[in-house]
């Protein structure tokens, strides 16, 4: 394989985790989304629709279960590949700017009116809400931690890579070959399962928990950051990536057939019984461990099958890849209060839960990308989220079009002649014979 071949190659699985990240992005409609129509009660959520089924809980583990670890995952990668190009400032020049300064708008303008829309809502049904209880009126709270925790996972990756060079080269290949021949293991996934264990065992529930407020959860900064710090190696071994995917239908089944019902049973009816007893009970210790090793086993099964489908079938860079790509950062950050407002608007309506969910979702991506093209695309706002504002492309301006049309030579049509009288006809001469006319004058004299 040529060296065009081989930088090609990489290049489209890069592009393929650019889609990936749309779509982990655009997967958040359907974690919040079906937040208001779960009925077990173990996703806490202030808003709650007057339609409820099980189902619904079943969906928001499914997602939310590899969709943050992904965000993580592919944060690592792409952070690793500025610093790798440009340098570990440039690094932390993109995170202040695209990062902590979206972060500290969203957290005064976003976080506040959140607030007010729950205790609205709440109000409404008899209870109350008190903003303190969730972070505060202005904080990291809601779907805006992420941003938080990706700037405090940058700290160590800018440490790591700055470092790094300065390691013996033997220590670095040492490490290099350790990474490739954990990844050929069958028991990779397995044993990154069994680590989340002791990680996740004092969340207050039996799976990572949310974070809200300026405090960091030590806890949950340090699951999130093997996450981020996993892509950070993958970008440094890119050639493992295929490795990684190579047998996703084996691993999509398995993890939606096999480990999520399983893993679905224990997590519920395990923190029912938690919640009965009072506490964790001796026997129910063994059914803990199982079910956090199985919420891990489905999150990196599902992780591993998403990296092995986009890179084969989802690697193509076409234009509205490229546009979802940018709109997706813009998504990300309005899209929950849009979709919390209508959500609230739709509460007390007795729709079907799938009729509703659909009509909230769509209107709430309709809503998102004509503020993105009208409002945000070509504004500072677009820049300071994507790094960069696309031009506009004017029209042609109609002084222009006249201009161009009296230039143009335009041919008069020619005037019809009138048809002549029989009688000025002429016969036409055939070619090669000449015509024969005779005379009708006097006869000419006799010659002498």
């Known amino acids: 394989m040529t060296a065009a071949s081989v930088a090609s190659t990489v290049s489209a699985r890069v592009v393929a985790l650019d889609n990936l990240r749309v779509v982990a992005m655009l997967l958040g409609l359907v974690t919040h989304g079906v937040l208001p129509y779960t009925a077990t009660g173990v996703a806490q959520f202030p808003i709650r629709d007057c339609t409820r089924h099980p189902a619904a809980d079943a969906a928001f583990f499914a ?18 590949a500025l610093a790798t190009r440009r340098g570990v400032g440039a690094l932390a020049r993109n995170r202040l700017t695209r990062v902590a300064l979206p972060l500290l708008l969203a957290v005064v303008l976003i976080c506040p009116a959140m607030h007010l829309l729950f205790a609205r809502h709440t109000a409404s049904r008899g209870l109350g809400w008190d903003p303190a209880e969730s972070g505060g009126w202005v904080g990291p709270n809601f779907h805006l931690w992420f941003l938080f925790y990706l700037l405090m996972c940058c700290v160590p990756l800018a440490f790591i890579l700055g470092v790094g060079p300065r390691l013996p080269a033997r220590i670095r290949g040492s490490l290099d070959r350790t990474v490739t021949w954990f990844v050929g293991r069958w028991w990779a996934i397995p044993a990154l399962s069994a680590a989340a264990v002791p990680v996740l065992w004092d969340m207050p529930a039996w799976w990572i928990d949310t974070p809200k407020g300026w405090l960091p959860d030590l806890t949950i900064y340090i699951y999130y950051l093997g996450f981020f710090l996993t892509g950070a190696l993958l970008y440094r071994q890119r050639e493992l990536l295929p490795r990684i995917g190579r047998r996703w239908p084996f691993q999509l089944a398995i993890a939606n057939v096999l480990i999520l019902p399983l893993m679905l049973k224990l997590t519920i009816t395990g923190n029912w019984a938690e919640e009965s007893a009072g506490g964790l009970p001796a026997w129910l210790v063994g059914w803990k461990a199982g079910a956090i ?3 891990g086993l489905y999150t990196w099964l599902m992780l591993a099958a998403l990296l092995g489908i986009f890179q084969r079938y989802f690697a193509g860079s076409a234009r509205w890849w490229r546009y979802l790509a940018d709109a997706s950062y813009w998504c990300y950050l309005a899209g929950f209060p849009i979709q919390a407002a209508l959500q609230v608007w739709f509460a007390h309506r007795a729709l079907p839960i799938v009729v509703e969910f659909l009509i909230v979702n769509a209107l709430t991506f309709t809503i998102l ?6 409002c945000v695309r070509h504004s500072w706002v677009g820049l300071m989220l994507n790094g960069k504002r696309p031009e506009r492309k004017p029209a042609p301006a109609p002084e222009a079009v006249i201009v161009l049309a009296t230039r143009m030579s335009i041919p008069e049509p020619v005037p019809e002649q009138p048809p002549q009288p029989a009688s000025e006809h002429r016969l036409e001469r055939k070619p090669g014979r000449r015509k024969q006319t005779r005379s009708r004058g006097p006869a000419p004299l006799p010659s002498r």
């Open 63 to 80: 997602v939310h279960d590899f969709r943050m670890q992904l965000f993580f995952l592919l944060a690592g990668f792409a952070g690793t």
């Open 369 to 374: 990308l004509v503020s993105y093209e009208l």
């Open 293 to 295: 090793f199985l919420g």
